[in-house]
């Protein structure tokens, strides 16, 4: 018994011989039709459109990840920098000092004569600019007298670069604005992509 809808269609009738006739007719349509959809393929050009389709979407969803990533390390790194500037407001209003005598540096973040294009992403942590910027968190740390715990682990931006802190109040007399920065994706002081530098309230100057 055949099972198949295109089959079940056969035709039934008083005439014997018009009724085999169509039978056969039938059969033969579903049996060929069927050959048919089976060798049939694809063409190289569809071939080719399916694949440039794949990659567009590919391309369109890798970049939307990278995107994605990047805003969360900003944030991130925005995160810190507060947690960090929230720190030295505490520190300064313990002491009544001036962050560079906090610190007990002018410049945590001077390069020690690097050109702008060193990549500070790759700093080791004996090189003496890390050991400077690690020494000065743990002094904000100690300054807030167990007020603020845990920010002497935030050495490193979320890009694997140490914060870039720039000590300028009071320093040659002046009143300058304390400086804290992100060096950014490419770890490079000044260029396009660093996070907006964080001006750090006066402690003395008006």
């Known amino acids: ?6 089959v079940n269609r ?3 009738g008083s005439n014997p011989t018009r009724r085999a006739s ?9 049996f060929c039709y069927n050959k ?3 060798n049939k393929g694809f063409t190289l050009i569809e071939l080719l459109v399916v694949v440039s389709i794949i990659g567009v979407l590919a391309t369109v969803v890798l970049t939307a990840l990278g995107d994605a990533r990047t805003s969360a390390k900003i944030s991130k790194s925005k995160m810190e920098m507060n947690q960090i500037v ?13 962050l560079k005598d ?9 390069s020690g004569g690097r050109t702008a294009s060193f990549d500070y992403k790759n700093i080791i942590e004996t090189d003496p600019f890390y050991l400077r910027w690690a020494l000065s968190l743990s ?3 100690t300054a807030t007298d167990g007020l603020v715990v845990g920010i002497s682990n935030i050495t490193r931006d979320p890009w694997g670069s140490p914060y870039g802190l720039d000590e300028n109040e009071g320093e040659g007399g002046g009143c300058g604005y304390d400086d804290l920065r992100s060096y950014g ?4 002081f000044g260029t396009s992509d660093d996070v907006v530098s964080i001006q750090i309230p006066h402690v003395k100057c008006p």
């Open 1 to 6: 018994m055949v099972e198949h809808s295109a």
């Open 10 to 12: 056969l035709v039934v």
């Open 22 to 30: 169509k039978n056969h007719l039938i059969l033969r349509w579903f």
């Open 36 to 38: 048919r959809m089976k």
């Open 86 to 98: 929230k720190a030295i407001t505490i520190a300064q209003g313990e002491t009544g000092d001036y």
């Open 102 to 110: 906090i610190t007990l540096s002018g410049c945590s973040n001077c």
């Open 139 to 141: 002094r904000i740390e």
């Open 185 to 188: 994706p490419d770890g490079m």
